[in-house]
């Protein structure tokens, strides 16, 4: 059921923004982009979700594009903790089920 | 609040043997859901309980069963356990997409099966 595409891993220097790209191209008008991340071992986290306008709060910016079929996530001043999985993920309007891809391995190097 | 509570924290199994991993959260959301995660692997979901008194199959739901037992409450039972169960697993709830209420995490139950 996961319908998105993410790159396996990349690398950021600390202090430079992170860009993790998703690739969603099946998704519907009703489908939210949510993003995740585990650090390490951990439970994961919420960071983010848009449906179609670009959304910023305070641990990153959402930039989806135009025909809804990408978006990046873009954490604008990237530290060594943010060192982790980052998943995207969509899920319908009403949706109970929850389903998470292989997410994109980004690690931050000093 | 304590958001999601799992227990226990780490267990050892031999093979055949039973146990019931818990989950408990006190947001007093709807839904709430079971994954597996293997080393290096993404999560993958087990089982989901949409609501009080429903639950569903997930992508991986061979081995487990799961009761909803009320709103606060799910729990997954290894009837029989085999080494190729032993995996981190970790619970969640939330509210269905849209309400902008995103999905809470346990911290996980890290399970051995020898």
């Known amino acids: 059921d996961a319908k998105t595409t993410q790159p396996p891993s990349m690398d950021c220097a600390e202090g430079r923004a992170a860009n993790l790209p998703c690739n969603h191209s099946?998704?519907?008008?009703?489908?939210?982009v949510y993003w995740y991340r585990q650090i390490h071992s951990q439970g994961p986290q919420y960071i983010i979700h848009?449906?179609?306008n670009n959304e910023t709060n305070e641990m990153a910016s959402l930039i989806i594009t135009e025909d809804r079929k990408s978006s990046t996530l873009i954490l604008p001043h990237a530290t060594l903790r943010d060192t982790a999985v980052y998943y995207c993920?969509?899920?319908?309007?009403?949706?109970?089920?929850?389903?998470f891809g292989q997410g994109t391995r980004l690690t931050i190097n000093p | 609040n304590a958001g999601v509570t799992q227990t226990p924290k780490f267990q050892v199994l031999k093979t055949g043997q039973s146990m019931t991993l818990q989950c408990a959260q006190d947001?007093?959301?709807?839904?709430m859901y079971w994954y597996r995660q293997d080393p290096g692997m993404g999560l993958r979901l087990i089982y989901y309980?949409?609501?009080?008194?429903?639950?569903d199959k997930g992508e991986v739901p061979n081995g487990y069963n799961v009761s909803r037992l009320n709103k606060r409450e799910f729990s997954l039972r290894l009837e029989s356990a085999a080494p190729s169960q032993t995996s981190v697993y970790f619970c969640?709830?939330?509210?269905?997409?849209?309400?902008?209420?995103?999905?809470?995490f346990g911290q996980g139950t890290r399970l051995t099966v020898v």
């Open positions: 969640a709830s939330s509210e269905e997409a849209g309400t902008g209420l995103e999905a809470f």
């Open positions: 099946t998704i519907s008008g009703n489908e939210y």
């Open positions: 309980s949409a609501s009080e008194g429903t639950t």
């Open positions: 947001m007093n959301h709807n839904s």
């Open positions: 848009g449906l179609k």
């Open positions: 993920i969509e899920r319908g309007q009403g949706a109970q089920k929850l389903v």
